[in-house]
């Protein structure tokens, strides 16, 4: 690439990384920001945003900039990104006029939402900005070589979304997308709480809930954790007892869809391709590949085999460093630039 210094931003619904050339990811942590309602100020971003869900007065607003893989919050969102590297790496308004970047996002998302992305870029005073999918980056993240003629396809479950695609000779040659994944499940183990022991749980215990006790083994150990919610017939604090078979109960069904779409993403694969998958196997990403057993349970299902990257919550950023050496010229392989 030119001189330009580049810029990688993965920029997911639950996660917000960024990763600078030269330095590697110089930012991981989750996609929030809290503002002072009066004057506008922010008042914090990543982890400490994320730890006020749900538990700040009336004077703060604590925002996730981005719903189902796209920036639903525009103006949070640059306040997000610009904060974060100003904060981290000092770059100014001046600096960015001399960078280039790739922002990702999911395979499925309309023009408008493309160019959503791109205007944020630009509003920051990036000179250049190119959007990528984020399976791709992912994959390139994930050291496969997407630039061989052989099919591969990613199965990226993220937060928002669940991404499905299949790559050959450096691009995409079919994707689909669906908005179901973590949040989804999330929000499914609350309902569950609150209709069987009558406690509601936060959001943030649930997704902690979910990540301790989240099994799709068949032999996996039955563990019970207590969580404290609020009884919602008295409206007190009460602890409440949830198990690895109640959060089994939430994400089967939910990995049940997403095994749906894998298999209708199969049936519209040409044959060479799936015979490549078929040989390669599956490759998981996103924080959903993290669920103990996922790779079975999928596998059981659709007869091909399913492997779990090493770094699946940093692929996508991670491969943006390969997506900024060709920025969108597909016929140049980037391992090898
Ligand atoms: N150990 C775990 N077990 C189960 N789920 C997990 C685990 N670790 C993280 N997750 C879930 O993974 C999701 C975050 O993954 P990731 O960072 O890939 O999403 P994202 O890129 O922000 O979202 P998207 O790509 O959909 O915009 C969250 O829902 C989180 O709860
Ligand atoms: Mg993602």
Known sequence: MSEKLGLGIDLGTTNLLVYLEKKGIIFNEPSVIAFDRESGQIVAAGTDAHQMLGKVHGKISVIKP??????SDMRAAKE?????????????????????SVICCPSEVTKIERDVMVDLGMSMGISEVFIEEEIKAGAL???????????????????????????????????????????????????????????????????????????????????TNRYAGR??????????????????????????????????????????????????GILLTGGGALIRG????????IKVPVNAVSNPLTCVAEGTKYLLKNKGNYLVNPLKL
């Not at 981005?66 to 920036?71: N, P, Q």
């Not at 904060?83 to 600096?95: A, C, F, H, P």
């Not at 996922?294 to 299902?301: A, E, K, M, W």
Request: hydrophobic residues 40%; proline residues 2%; negative net charge.
């Open 80 to 100: 997000l990104l610009s904060y974060v590297i100003g904060k981290v790496e000092n770059l100014t308004e001046k600096d960015l006029s001399k960078t280039a």
């Open 66 to 71: 981005l719903k189902d893989g796209v920036i």
């Open 294 to 301: 996922i790779d079975t349970f999928i596998s059981d299902r």
């Open 141 to 223: 993240g994930a050291n496969v070589d997407i630039f061989k003629s052989k099919g591969v396809m990613i199965v990226d479950i993220g937060g928002g979304t669940t991404d499905v695609g299949v790559i050959s000779y450096g691009d995409i040659v079919l994707s689909r997308t669906i908005r179901m994944a973590g949040n989804y499940i999330d929000k499914e183990l609350t309902k569950l709480v609150k209709q069987k022991d009558r406690v509601e749980i936060g959001e943030l215990t649930s997704e902690k809930c979910k990540m301790e006790l989240a099994d799709l083994r068949t032999n996996g150990n039955l563990i």
């Open 231 to 280: 009884d919602i017939v008295r409206g007190v604090p009460k602890w409440v007892d949830i198990s690895s078979e109640d959060v089994k109960q939430v994400i089967t069904p939910a990995m049940e869809e997403i095994v749906k779409l894998i298999t209708a993403v199969l049936k519209d694969t040409p044959p060479e391709l799936s015979a490549d998958i078929y040989q390669n």
